[in-house]
Nanobody
Framework: QLHVVESGGGLVQPGGSLRLSCASS????????IGWFRQAPGKEREGVSCISSSGSGSNYANSVKGRFTISRDNAKKTVYLQMNNLKPEDTGVYYCAAEDTGYGNSFCTRDDSLMTDWGKGIPVTVSA
């Protein structure tokens, strides 16, 4: 299992930016693909973005393409989600989750049923 912790959420005005972090202290962090998911009040959980264990592969939900960028620093055991031009519909609780795909893999998925380890979530509110 991979223990992950989110940070960086908060309140931001429409058009603003936030950077979320997903950190782990475990030695085998670079064996895991990481996904970011969000859940708005009254809505189903949505896969926002993911990045492969090597960092060479990633994908995004259509709703965030061109505004969000995912990256990872395996030396720091951290994945980042840079969120720009935020909109009120980006409001929700953001979770990072991990899937053991093996070292050096270039594939990731935003399918939450494949994630085995979840953070507790962090709220993001986009409001004027």
């Amino acid at each position: 299992q991979l223990h992950v912790v989110e940070s960086g959420g908060g309140l931001v005005q429409p058009g603003g930016s936030l950077r979320l972090s997903c950190a782990s202290s475990q030695y085998n962090f670079d064996y895991y693909a990481i996904g970011w998911f969000r859940q708005a009040p009254g809505k189903e959980r949505e896969g926002v973005s993911c990045i492969s264990s090597s960092g060479s592969g990633s994908n995004y939900a259509n709703s965030v393409k061109g505004r969000f960028t995912i990256s990872r620093d395996n030396a720091k055991k951290t994945v980042y989600l840079q969120m720009n031009n935020l909109k009120p519909e980006d409001t929700g609780v953001y979770y990072c989750a991990a899937e053991d795909t093996g070292y050096g893999n270039s594939f990731c998925t935003r399918d939450d049923s494949l994630m085995t380890d979840w953070g507790k979530g962090i709220p993001v509110t986009v409001s004027a």
